[in-house]
């Protein structure tokens, strides 16, 4: 260990190395023509006057986010003429959803939403970005919906499952001034509630959609196939796959901020979009097990670092772990009473090896930690909590280093003294001259004064029964 500790800077120098690597890694976006354009010559277009189809796949939170934003202005600055976002979606974070929904309704490209493959799903955000997009599509076997908000700007939502509960009989829920609420739930619940249905319903006016079924989505978590979608006005069309949708497209009109634009994609080329390193680093950062691991690895390694300075390796890896870990919970909804609860936790599991209290600290610690695990994220946002395992785990390897400090303060204090004053009570002395009362005795090779009640013989082994500054007390040892 020691050993290892001596080479920090290398292994610092080769951690640095290896980041750097990873973040030089990026993916070209690739051209790929879309299928069925050979019904027709494509047109001579300039470099960049084509069509961009970007994938929003999984949980909707920071990385998705900025991947789709920054493509989007991208595709604007191209001179792209048509975007195309397929959703694949269970939901996200609401500040996520509504950075995407900004730059929709800013941007100077028509944006279709297209909920596609076959069996993928727009829920809960991913329904606020069908009816923020222009132009709204689905593909057959595919839904939306469930738009109830679990968690809108930091305040408690909807109870678990995405629907509110139903209102009591006996008891409406009531707002301060007395007035009866449509909104079952708490102040907090009802304002998150209605703050989510203006935002879907402004959106739905916008775009000229059902702005009823909006309402119903957020209140009571309604959902709807792609068929009813179509039938209700919840969207535009109902194409198989992107060449059928881009059929379809031809010749509709789109409003835009600047004004109607009538589309025009016979033959256009669709440029695929893929994510790029700075997106698959964010969205690594970003997951809830990988941010918490590196929070542990951060408080150990500066822990582990102040117990041994000058080991560097340590430092630097909790150092570097914990500022990853702090970005991604300021971009994660996170609650802080778990944040220090975790920290607490650690802090009183290594406490217990300074002031050992054989497991009362490390209990607590134990006990904290894993509460503050379970209370860290929302477990209610799709994709975005902490796998019950992974704490388990942690809460596991705390429990052996307790047990193992316990260990290790039980066998201490068994053990016999081996240093300072106390271990000559331990020792036998051997008198060097006879005595009636005072006297002179050798110990580990040492002349020591003594003290005995009793007479001492030259020779005789003495017990040491106290010392008295640099007196021992002695008596002879029985035969």
């Known amino acids: 260990m020691i050993a290892l500790m001596r080479t920090g800077n290398r292994h610092a120098r080769a951690f640095a190395a290896a980041l750097i690597a990873v973040a030089g890694v990026c993916l070209a976006d690739t051209p790929v023509p879309a299928p069925g354009a050979d019904t027709e010559p494509a047109p001579v277009q300039k470099a960049g006057a084509d069509g961009v189809l970007i994938p929003i796949t999984g949980p909707i939170g920071p990385a998705t986010s900025d991947f789709f934003v920054r493509a989007l202005r991208d595709a604007g600055e191209?001179?792209?003429?048509?975007?195309?976002?397929?959703?694949?979606?269970?939901?996200?974070?609401?500040?996520?959803?509504?950075?995407?929904?900004?730059?929709?309704?800013?941007?100077?490209?028509?944006?279709?939403?297209?909920?596609?493959?076959?069996?993928?799903?727009?829920?809960?955000?991913?329904?606020?970005?069908v009816y923020a997009s222009h132009v709204a599509a689905m593909a057959p076997a595919t839904n939306l919906g469930a738009a109830t908000p679990v968690q809108i700007g930091g305040a408690p939502a909807g109870p678990p499952g995405g629907a509110p509960e139903p209102a009591k009989?006996?008891?409406?829920?009531?707002?301060?001034?007395?007035?009866?609420?449509?909104?079952?739930?708490?102040?907090?619940?009802?304002?998150?509630v209605n703050d989510a249905v203006a935002y879907l319903r402004s959106l739905a006016e916008l775009r000229d959609r059902n702005?009823?079924?909006?309402?119903?989505?957020?209140?009571?978590?309604?959902?709807?196939?792609?068929?009813?979608?179509?039938?209700?006005g919840v969207i535009d069309l109902i194409a198989d796959d992107l060449p059928a949708l881009l059929a379809a497209l031809d010749g509709r009109t789109a409003r835009m901020p600047s004004g109607d634009t009538t589309l025009r994609t016979a033959g256009i080329l669709m440029r695929t979009v893929e994510q790029d390193w700075r997106t698959r680093l964010l969205s690594l950062i970003t997951n809830p097990n990988v941010a918490y691991l590196l929070m542990l690895i951060g408080i150990y390694g500066l822990l582990l670092e102040g117990y041994n300075p000058g080991s560097v390796l340590p430092g630097v890896v909790g150092a570097i772990s914990l500022l990853l870990a702090l970005f991604a919970f300021q971009v994660l909804s996170v609650n802080y009473a778990g944040l220090?609860?975790?920290?607490?936790?650690?802090?009183?599991?290594?406490?217990?090896?300074?002031a050992p209290s054989f497991g009362t600290l490390g209990l607590g610690g134990i006990v904290s930690f894993v509460i503050g695990s379970v209370m860290l994220l929302d477990d209610d946002v799709p994709g975005f909590s902490i796998a019950w395992q992974l704490i388990g785990a942690m809460a596991l390897a705390g429990s052996l280093v307790l047990l193992a400090i316990v260990s290790f303060a039980v066998r201490a204090r068994r053990r016999p003294v081996v240093s300072g004053g106390e271990a000559l009570l331990s020792e036998r002395a051997e008198a060097i001259e006879s005595f009636d009362a005072?006297?002179?005795?050798?110990?580990?090779?040492?002349?020591?004064?003594?003290?005995?009640?009793?007479?001492?013989?030259?020779?005789?082994?003495?017990?040491?029964?106290?010392?008295?500054?640099?007196?021992?007390?002695?008596?002879?040892?029985s035969d």
């Open 78 to 129: 191209s001179g792209a003429r048509l975007v195309v976002a397929t959703i694949d979606t269970p939901g996200g974070l609401d500040t996520a959803m509504r950075d995407m929904i900004q730059a929709i309704l800013a941007s100077n490209v028509p944006v279709v939403a297209f909920v596609s493959p076959r069996g993928a799903r727009a829920a809960s955000a991913g329904t606020y970005l």
């Open 169 to 192: 009989k006996d008891k409406p829920s009531t707002e301060d001034d007395g007035k009866e609420s449509p909104v079952p739930g708490n102040a907090l619940e009802r304002k998150a």
């Open 211 to 232: 702005a009823e079924w909006a309402e119903a989505a957020v209140r009571e978590g309604a959902s709807l196939s792609a068929s009813e979608a179509l039938r209700q």
């Open 340 to 354: 220090a609860l975790i920290a607490l936790g650690v802090l009183l599991i290594i406490a217990e090896s300074f």
């Open 438 to 477: 005072k006297g002179v005795v050798r110990i580990h090779g040492e002349l020591w004064n003594a003290t005995s009640h009793t007479p001492v013989r030259q020779g005789q082994r003495l017990r040491i029964l106290s010392r008295d500054g640099l007196t021992l007390v002695v008596e002879p040892e």
